[in-house]
């Protein structure tokens, strides 16, 4: 199912490739089933209404599909599209907050790396699973930024529990992402949901 080249007729209407995706959407290769994760969220790119529906009328409690829903819905979960969370059993208007929400070294140069730590409350009563990403706005030419969420972990929590948890990004240039000096903000998100802030100075 990997291409190297888009067919236009296909990004315009994905419909013709549903019989594949339903044949293999339990298939027990790890790599067919990353190849059809890959297919959908390209798809969700342009026709994300039709990526849903497909996924929502599959046997979530099947495994396989399972990983192919989390794979596939990864870029609209990232956006915070609700519907997507809902089929990833994110919790509706989760109540979690975020305390200790601290970035270390507040100050780094390229090719090193900064360390996230905070504690996630669960303020409601009963059990919610919740998605938690992270985005970095960085700083382009010209004082613009430019704004990439990364997976961080999807939690499940008691009512009233709380977890303590840190995560480390390497901070460095990449074929597709030149880095410049200066603040950069990170955003800390639960659900799609901006719930924690912070930043650091990358020096020259």
Same mark, same amino acid.
């Given at each position: 199912?990997?291409?190297s080249f888009h067919i236009e007729p296909l990004i315009r209407d994905p419909?013709?490739?549903?019989?594949?995706?339903?044949a293999l959407k339990a298939d027990s290769s790890r790599y067919v089933r990353?190849?059809?994760?890959? !297919?959908?969220n390209d798809i969700t790119k342009d026709n994300p209404g039709w990526a849903?529906?497909? @996924?929502?009328?599959?046997?979530?409690?099947?495994?396989?599909?399972?990983? @192919?829903?989390? !794979?596939?819905?990864?870029?609209?979960?990232?956006?915070?599209?609700?519907?997507?969370?809902?089929?990833?059993?994110? =919790?509706?208007?989760?109540? %979690?907050?975020?305390?200790?929400?601290?970035?270390?070294?507040?100050? @780094?140069?390229?090719?090193?790396?900064?360390?996230?730590?905070? $504690?996630?409350?669960?303020?409601?009563?009963? $059990?919610?699973? @919740?998605?938690?990403?992270?985005?970095? #706005?960085?700083?382009?030419?010209?004082?613009? =930024?430019?704004?990439? %969420?990364?997976?961080?972990?999807?939690?499940? #929590?008691?009512?009233?529990? !709380?977890?303590?948890?840190? !995560?480390?990004? $390497?901070?460095?240039?990449?074929? %597709?992402?030149? #880095?410049?000096?200066?603040?950069?903000?990170?955003?800390?998100?639960?659900?799609?949901? %901006?719930?924690? $802030?912070?930043?650091?100075?990358?020096?020259?």
């Amino acid at each position: 199912m990997p291409w190297s080249f888009h067919i236009e007729p296909l990004i315009r209407d994905p419909s013709p490739t549903a019989p594949i995706l339903e044949a293999l959407k339990a298939d027990s290769s790890r790599y067919v089933r990353k190849s059809v994760a890959n !297919h959908l969220n390209d798809i969700t790119k342009d026709n994300p209404g039709w990526a849903l529906d497909r @996924i929502r009328g599959w046997p979530r409690e099947n495994p396989h599909v399972q990983w @192919i829903a989390r !794979h596939a819905l990864r870029s609209l979960v990232k956006a915070g599209n609700e519907d997507a969370l809902a089929l990833v059993g994110a =919790t509706d208007g989760a109540a %979690v907050r975020i305390d200790d929400f601290a970035i270390s070294p507040r100050k @780094i140069s390229i090719g090193e790396v900064v360390t996230l730590s905070f $504690r996630a409350i669960s303020e409601g009563d009963a $059990r919610q699973t @919740i998605v938690l990403d992270y985005a970095i #706005l960085y700083v382009r030419k010209n004082d613009r =930024t430019s704004r990439k %969420v990364f997976k961080l972990k999807t939690l499940s #929590l008691d009512g009233r529990e !709380h977890v303590r948890l840190s !995560h480390r990004q $390497r901070i460095e240039n990449l074929s %597709v992402r030149a #880095l410049y000096p200066g603040r950069h903000d990170i955003e800390l998100l639960a659900n799609g949901r %901006v719930v924690g $802030r912070g930043s650091f100075e990358l020096e020259p």
